[in-house]
C-alpha cells in the first residue's frame, strides 16, 4: 500500500518555514535550489510597492517547499497531504491516496491535467490577477527554464506523490521567492515537475480529487454534516465555531465505529504481485560509476549528468523500494559504492553521491566512493562494501546488487511470470538477462538474422549464448546465495579485468559452479535463472527491456 503522511498548514507572519527548522533567508532559497542546478544572481530587485496582500504572498508556498524537502529527506517514499488549516478531510481519503501515493500521482480538487494554457503566454494578461501574477510568474518559470502549460487551480487540498516531492520543494522555492499566488503556483509547480518526471509512459499525472466546496465557500453546519458524509474532503470549516468542529469529530468518530480506518491489505489492483518468500530484510547494493553522460565508456561524476542521475534513482525508490516497503512490509537497507572514473574529482564525486542517496535518509546503511579503473575493480568494492557492514547475511531475505545508471521501468512485485518460473523466482539466483545472440564471423547479419527467421538486426559481434554470457545490469539473489556470487566475481571472464565485458562472458558459468560448491544440497539446475526472458536483440545499452535500461 503506498505511503501517505499530511502537513497542516499554518501561515507564521514571520517565517512559515520555522515549523521545518528552516528560515526564510534568500541564503535559505540558494542551499535549496543548488543542488538541482539552479542557481540565483548575486542580488535581485526588490518588488516595488508592496500591498499587505502582496508582501503575504510567497508565505505559504514557502513552508510548502520547506514542507515537501523535509518530507524527501526524512521521510523517503511517502507522499505528502498539504491541508490549509480551514480545509477537512475524513477517512474516506486514505485509500484515494493510498492509491496515488503507489502509483505516483498528483492529486488536486480541480480539473487541469494539461494546464489551463499552454504557456504564459497564452495568458489573458489583462483578466482576473494576471495584471499582478504574469509578470512574476514569467519571471520564475524562465529561472526554471520552463516553456510547457501554467495552470490555475483552486489549491488548499493538494497530494504530491513520493516521486515528485524533491521537484515539488524546488519549484515551490523558486515560485515563493518571486511571490506568484498560490492558486497559480500550485498547479504550475505540479506541471512543471510532471514534465520532468514524465519522460517516458505514465510515470506521473494530475488526478482530481473529489473534494467539496472551493476557494470561497461557505456553509452552514447542516450542510457540511451532509457534505462530510458524501466527501473525502473539502474546504472550508469554520474551526471557531464549536457546531462545526463537533461535525467534524463525528464524522471521524463515525468512520472510527464503522471499522473505515482499515486500510486495504494490498495496493488497489487486479495483478497479483509476488513478494520475496519470508521477506524481512532486503539489501539493494549499489555499484559502479554515477552521473554518467550514458555513453559506454562516457565519464561520471558530471554536473550536467545531475537530472539523468536523478531520474535514475527516483525509478530505483518508485519501482523497488516502495513496491518492496509498502506491498511486502520489508525494510530495504542500501549498500550505496560509486566507483568514479580516474578522471574525476574524488571531493565533487563525494559531495554529488551524499546529496543525491541524503534522500533515502536511514535507509542507506554504508556509502563510499573512490576513484578506480573498470568494472571488476566497482564491483568489488560495492561487495566488499556489502560484506564489511551487512551485519549477520542470513537477515536478508533478497540481496539486488544494481547500477546506478539503471531506470527501473516496472514494480519488482510484478517481475515474475509463470513462462519465467512456476515458483517464487526469488528464492534463487537471477541474471538480468541473457546476452545478444553471437553474429558468425563469416555470415552477414542479414543473412543469418533470415536463416534464423529472426528480425535484424538480431545479432550483436558480443554476443554469445548462456550459460557463458549473461546481462551484468542487474542481480537479485537470497542472502544465502551471495556467497556464490561473491566467490563467482573474480574468477576468469566474471569482473576480473580481462576485457571491458569481463562481466558478461564467463558470469553465467561461474556462478551456477560456486552455488554448487558454496550451498551444499541446492541444485545448480534450479538455483539460478533469469529475471526476464526478453534479450536484446543487437546491443543492450541502446534498447529497453521490460522491467528497466540504462540510461
Known amino acids: 500500500m503506498g505511503r501517505f503522511f499530511s502537513a497542516l498548514h499554518f501561515v507564521d507572519p514571520r517565517c512559515p518555514s520555522s515549523a521545518f527548522g528552516g528560515d526564510c533567508s534568500q541564503a535559505r532559497r540558494r542551499a535549496l535550489l543548488a543542488p538541482y542546478g539552479v542557481t540565483f544572481p548575486a542580488e535581485r530587485p526588490g518588488l516595488l510597492n508592496k ?10 508556498l514557502q513552508s510548502y517547499a520547506d514542507a515537501a524537502e523535509a518530507a524527501h529527506k526524512r521521510w523517503p517514499g511517502y507522499g505528502l497531504l498539504y491541508l490549509h488549516a480551514d480545509a477537512w478531510v475524513t477517512p474516506a481519503i486514505a485509500p484515494l491516496l493510498a492509491h496515488a501515493a503507489a502509483r505516483q500521482r498528483f492529486l488536486m480538487p480541480s480539473k487541469f491535467a494539461d494546464g ?50 524533491g521537484y515539488f520543494a524546488r519549484g515551490a522555492a523558486a515560485f515563493a521567492f518571486h511571490r506568484v499566488l498560490n492558486e497559480v503556483s ?24 473529489d473534494c467539496s466546496g472551493g476557494c470561497c465557500s461557505r456553509y452552514s453546519v447542516s450542510e457540511l454534516r451532509q457534505e462530510l458524509s458524501l466527501r473525502p474532503c473539502g474546504h472550508p470549516v469554520n474551526m471557531s465555531d464549536p457546531e462545526q468542529r463537533q461535525a467534524v469529530l463525528e464524522a471521524w468518530l463515525e468512520a472510527k465505529r464503522s471499522n473505515q480506518f482499515t486500510p486495504p491489505s494490498s495496493p488497489p489492483s487486479s ?22 553522460d550514458g555513453s559506454r565508456f562516457g565519464h561520471d561524476c558530471l554536473t550536467g549528468a545531475m537530472d539523468k542521475q536523478f531520474e535514475a534513482t527516483s525509478s530505483l525508490l518508485q519501482h523497488v523500494i516502495m513496491p518492496l516497503e509498502s506491498s511486502c512490509g520489508a525494510r530495504v537497507d542500501l549498500f550505496v559504492s560509486v566507483s568514479g572514473h580516474l578522471s574525476s574529482e574524488l571531493e565533487h564525486c563525494t559531495s554529488m553521491v551524499e546529496r543525491l542517496y541524503s534522500y533515502f535518509g536511514e535507509r542507506v546503511v554504508a556509502q563510499e566512493t573512490r576513484l578506480s579503473a573498470g568494472q571488476d575493480i566497482g564491483m568489488r568494492m560495492a561487495l566488499d562494501l556489502f560484506k ?57 547479419r542479414e543473412s543469418f538474422c533470415e536463416s534464423a527467421k529472426l528480425t535484424s538486426p538480431c545479432c550483436g559481434r558480443g554476443g554469445d549464448d548462456p550459460p557463458n554470457c549473461v546481462s ?80
Open 51 to 60: 500591498t499587505a496582500w502582496e508582501a503575504h504572498l510567497g508565505h505559504d
Open 116 to 165: 489551463n494554457y499552454p504557456n504564459v503566454d497564452a495568458i489573458p494578461s489583462q483578466e482576473w490577477h494576471w495584471p499582478l501574477v504574469l509578470p512574476r510568474l514569467k519571471a520564475t518559470v524562465t529561472e526554471l527554464q520552463y516553456s510547457g502549460s501554467v495552470g490555475h487551480a483552486w489549491s488548499d487540498i493538494f497530494f504530491v506523490p513520493p516521486a515528485a516531492l
Open 186 to 209: 500550485v498547479p504550475t509547480v505540479m506541471l512543471w515537475a510532471q514534465s520532468l518526471l514524465r519522460k517516458r509512459g505514465d510515470v506521473s499525472a494530475i488526478d482530481e480529487l
Open 271 to 292: 495483478v497479483d504481485i509476488v513478494c520475496p518468500p519470508q521477506t524481512g530484510h532486503v539489501a539493494v547494493v549499489l555499484r559502479g560509476g554515477a552521473f554518467r
Open 388 to 444: 564489511r557492514r551487512r551485519g549477520a547475511l542470513s537477515a536478508y531475505s533478497l540481496v539486488i546488487v544494481a547500477r546506478h545508471d539503471f531506470i527501473f521501468r516496472k514494480p519488482i512485485t510484478l517481475w515474475q511470470t509463470t513462462s519465467l518460473s512456476p515458483v517464487n523466482f526469488f528464492s534463487r539466483f537471477n541474471f538480468f538477462s541473457r546476452c545478444e545472440r553471437r553474429c558468425p564471423e563469416n555470415v552477414s
Open 472 to 551: 551484468d545490469l542487474l542481480y537479485t539473489m537470497p542472502g544465502g546465495l551471495f556467497d556464490a556470487f561473491d566467490g563467482a566475481v573474480g574468477q576468469e571472464g566474471c569482473f576480473n579485468g580481462t576485457d571491458s565485458g569481463s562481466g558478461h562472458r564467463a558470469c553465467g558459468f561461474e556462478v551456477p559452479r560456486w552455488i554448487e560448491r558454496t550451498a551444499p544440497g541446492v541444485s545448480s539446475s534450479d538455483s539460478w535463472g533469469f529475471l526476464t526472458d526478453w534479450r536484446p536483440r543487437q546491443n543492450v545499452r541502446k534498447e529497453w527491456a521490460p522491467l528497466g535500461h540504462l540510461l
